[in-house]
């Protein structure tokens, strides 16, 4: 069974940053697409970052284009998300995904397993 897990969040200022790690189990990590996703208390599960097999394509959310880094490392079985320029409207459980499609997809049903979730907290 693949397994996610993720680790580095917290509890930061507006403007500051953090890095996101997600270590991922199974063989075949290098032929999936990876996102993060994230959720707001009350909120949707919203779409964040995706990032191709290879990690030459990215996708971002709208509300974190220009401030969220999402990479990989497929020899280490790893995805991260470095974001910078917190809001307190980045307050969210991010969750890492491995995607069931072979290409880029923002819509949450894409994505087949999940991580536990880390809580990052912004405060203004």
């Known amino acids: 069974q693949v397994q996610l897990v993720e680790s580095g969040g917290g509890l930061v200022q507006a403007g500051g940053s953090l890095r996101l790690s997600c270590a991922a189990s199974?063989?075949?990590?290098?032929?999936?697409?990876m996102a993060w996703f994230r959720q707001g208390a009350g909120k949707e599960r919203e779409f964040v970052a995706a990032?191709?097999?290879?990690?030459?394509?990215?996708k971002y959310g709208d509300s974190v284009k220009g401030r969220f880094t999402i990479a990989r490392d497929n020899a280490k079985n790893t995805v991260t998300l470095q974001m910078s320029s917190l809001k307190p409207e980045d307050t969210a459980v991010y969750y890492c995904?491995?995607?069931?499609?072979?290409?880029?997809?923002?819509?949450?049903?894409?994505?087949?397993?999940w991580g536990q979730g880390t809580q990052v907290t912004v405060s203004s």
């Open positions: 990032i191709s097999q290879s990690g030459s394509i990215t």
């Open positions: 199974g063989r075949t990590f290098r032929l999936d697409v």
């Open positions: 995904a491995r995607s069931l499609r072979r290409t880029i997809e923002a819509g949450r049903e894409m994505y087949d397993v």
